[in-house]
């Protein structure tokens, strides 16, 4: 059975920072691309961050310059660091894994961004 779990959302301060983690089982998870997407309410899910096999790393525009996606591919997790946070990354923030035509989905992590 496949499993991405997500964890280390929650409520941030705005210009604080956050470590979301997702922690993959029953996949093999060295050649998987991961890759963390988010949802705000009433938008569509959107892609943050990705990352290939070999570690290549892709952000998309809104999470240029302060995202930063990682994998650690001994403990089969893949990060997401967050600066800078504003109250524009509330979301519910999801990993994705995908090989070849298989694609999963965690739950998701919910990060609100108030004062």
């Known amino acids: 059975q496949v499993q991405l779990v997500e964890s280390g959302g929650g ?6 920072s956050l470590r979301l983690s997702c922690a993959a089982s ?9 890759g963390w997407y988010r ?3 009433g938008k569509q899910r ?13 952000y998309a525009g809104s999470g240029k310059g302060r995202f ?3 994998r650690d591919n001994a403990k089969n997790t893949v990060y997401l660091h967050v600066n800078s946070l504003k109250p524009k990354d509330t979301a519910v ?7 070849a035509q298989y694609d999963y989905w965690g739950q998701g992590t919910q990060v609100t961004v108030s004062s």
């Not at 029953?26 to 991961?34: R, T």
């Not at 959107?46 to 892709?58: D, K």
């Open 39 to 41: 949802q705000a309410p």
């Open 46 to 58: 959107e892609l943050v961050a990705a990352i290939t096999p070999g570690g290549t790393t892709n």
């Open 26 to 34: 029953g996949i093999f998870f060295d050649i998987y691309a991961m």
């Open 93 to 99: 923030y999801y990993c994705n894994a995908q090989f």
């Open 68 to 70: 930063t996606i990682s």
């Open 11 to 16: 409520l941030a301060q705005p210009g604080g």
